[in-house]
């Protein structure tokens, strides 16, 4: 049976070589014609580099023509310094270091770069306005979204509001890629009372009438009888997605219920997209870090059957190989990650059959784990009690990955796992920004796109914490 004639609800799931013929399928995605936007010679009429040439990988937008890179600039978690010192000391984003990251990016064919007034606490477009203005306007494209996820921002007057700073901030007099941000977060009264009822959809439909907006789509997270609407509206005529952001990678393909209740397998999500010609913009390729920091035991198998690769590329590689995916969304903090990326993407090596298989494996170990399904967003910050609400959670799936969460004080690495723990846990969050100031005030959960209960983890994490400290049974 074809994808697209599947239920959502039906428990049957493609096989491997159904997997590569259907993502092979969104190849019609690809079609020739680039327009006089960022172009290269290496875009070819199915979408991709030559394989062995050392260059980036692109797709096709069918839409506009873009030839847009695969590998996609993330920019909610830019790099960022400590400014002053003691309580005068600030912390704020390292425009050298965006700055250097961003014509390393350039340099080596990254075209698609994409910001929130949302992220980096409000920091990042300005970041980016400034980092991108350096260089041609017809050399990058730029997405962003609007992010009135407050309810204090739904009037028509605020979300106008934001929507014009974010051109300020980005230093354009056009938007690429403009999305509706977190559609699903809230259901479809947030959905109704953010664009519906003030009229701020139809506004945007208008700009994009009139060219300020080349491509309108939007990002989702949760409900997904928003997302089925929304295909709705565009299979009816009345509302046209020229591209739609998921979250896509090796574990949410087939098990995003068993990560998050409220998740969607991105097979699902992928597949209506695929079915209207709908490209994808991957997000959380990486679920936060979660696939770049994987048990000892499961690095050790990916280094075996390519040792020359990093464990993150497995992942990235999944991500791109649909032929329907656009881009790929990766948060570049640091010019390692940058690096990285561009050997995975510079060319793409699509998966093959065996690899396919390996990865569910791996994905159903990975699901054996007691992670915590922290994406790294940062939604939930910042935090009334100054709790480092990331920190403490990355924390705590790092050490579960690699083995520094004993199960009791008769383990027989014990001591070295507590010691691992502890020291490891002051050394990456302050003592003042730990799980031990939580007072369960619940102001964070709603932000949280994973629908994680923060407040509990970081109440279980703290338990765990005193327990070690104590050296009684954990």
């Known amino acids: 049976m074809k994808y697209t004639d599947m239920d959502k609800n039906s428990p049957k799931r493609l096989g491997r070589r159904s997997f590569l013929k259907y993502i092979g399928a969104g190849a019609a995605l690809a079609a020739a014609g680039c327009s006089s936007r960022p172009s290269s010679s290496?875009?070819?009429?199915?979408?991709?580099?030559?394989?062995?040439?050392?260059?980036?990988?692109?797709?096709?937008?069918?839409?506009?023509?873009?030839?847009?890179?695969?590998?996609?600039?993330?920019?909610?978690?830019?790099?960022?310094?400590?400014?002053?010192?003691?309580?005068?000391?600030?912390?704020?984003?390292d425009q050298e270091a965006v700055n250097r990251s961003v014509d390393h990016a350039l340099e080596h064919g990254v075209n698609y770069f994409d910001t929130s007034p949302a992220y980096c606490q409000g920091r990042s477009e300005g970041a980016m306005g400034r980092a991108l203005s350096r260089h041609p306007r017809h050399s990058y494209f730029i997405a962003t979204k609007l992010s009135n996820f407050a309810e204090s921002t739904w009037s028509r007057e605020k979300s106008i509001a934001m929507?014009?700073?974010?051109?300020?901030?980005?230093?354009?007099?056009?938007?690429?890629?403009?999305?509706?941000?977190?559609?699903?977060?809230?259901?479809?009264?947030?959905?109704?009372?953010?664009?519906?009822?003030?009229?701020?959809?139809?506004?945007?439909?208008?700009?994009r009438e009139?060219?300020?907006?080349?491509?309108?789509?939007?990002?989702?997270?949760?409900?997904?009888?928003?997302?089925?609407?929304?295909?709705?509206?565009?299979?009816?005529g009345k509302y046209k997605w020229d591209f739609v952001q998921i979250q896509l990678n090796y574990v949410d393909w087939h098990h995003a219920k068993e990560v998050n209740p409220r998740n969607t397998d991105a097979e699902y999500l992928y597949g209506e997209l695929s079915k209207r010609s709908i490209p994808a913009v991957i997000m959380e390729p990486l679920l936060g870090g979660r696939l770049a920091s994987v048990n000892n035991h499961i690095a050790g198998s990916m280094k075996q059957r390519r040792p020359d690769d990093s464990i993150a590329s497995w992942a990235f590689r999944f991500a791109g190989s649909p032929e329907g995916v656009l881009t790929v969304l990766s948060g570049m903090t640091y010019m390692e990650h940058l690096k990285d990326n561009l050997?995975?993407?510079?060319?793409?090596?699509?998966?093959?059959?065996?690899?396919?298989?390996?990865l569910e494996q791996t994905a159903q170990e990975i699901l054996s784990y007691p992670t915590v399904a922290c994406n790294d967003c940062k939604y939930c910050m910042p935090c009334p009690y100054g709790i480092d609400i990331p920190g403490v959670l990355l924390h705590y799936n790092k050490c579960v990955n690699e083995g520094n969460v004993p199960a009791g004080n008769q383990d027989p690495r014990y001591a070295e796992a507590r010691k691992a723990f502890l020291v490891g846990?002051?050394?990456?969050?302050?003592?003042?920004?730990?799980?031990?100031?939580?007072?369960?005030?619940?102001?964070c959960k709603p932000h949280c796109p994973q629908g994680i209960d923060i407040p509990a983890q970081l109440a279980r994490i703290d338990a765990f914490v005193e327990q070690l400290k104590q050296n009684s049974d954990a």
């Open 42 to 93: 290496s875009a070819q009429s199915s979408g991709s580099s030559i394989a062995g040439t050392g260059e980036m990988t692109y797709r096709i937008n069918p839409t506009t023509g873009d030839t847009v890179s695969i590998l996609g600039y993330g920019c909610m978690r830019l790099p960022t310094k400590t400014v002053g010192s003691g309580s005068d000391s600030v912390t704020e984003i």
């Open 163 to 207: 929507y014009r700073n974010s051109f300020k901030e980005l230093q354009t007099d056009y938007l690429d890629y403009m999305l509706l941000h977190g559609i699903g977060m809230g259901g479809m009264d947030s959905f109704n009372g953010r664009y519906v009822d003030n009229g701020i959809l139809d506004f945007l439909v208008a700009e």
């Open 210 to 236: 009139a060219g300020r907006i080349r491509n309108l789509g939007f990002s989702y997270h949760g409900d997904i009888a928003v997302f089925d609407h929304l295909l709705k509206l565009h299979d009816e």
């Open 343 to 358: 050997r995975t993407f510079s060319p793409l090596e699509p998966l093959d059959d065996s690899e396919l298989a390996f």
């Open 425 to 443: 846990y002051d050394r990456s969050v302050p003592r003042l920004r730990q799980a031990a100031r939580c007072i369960a005030c619940g102001e």
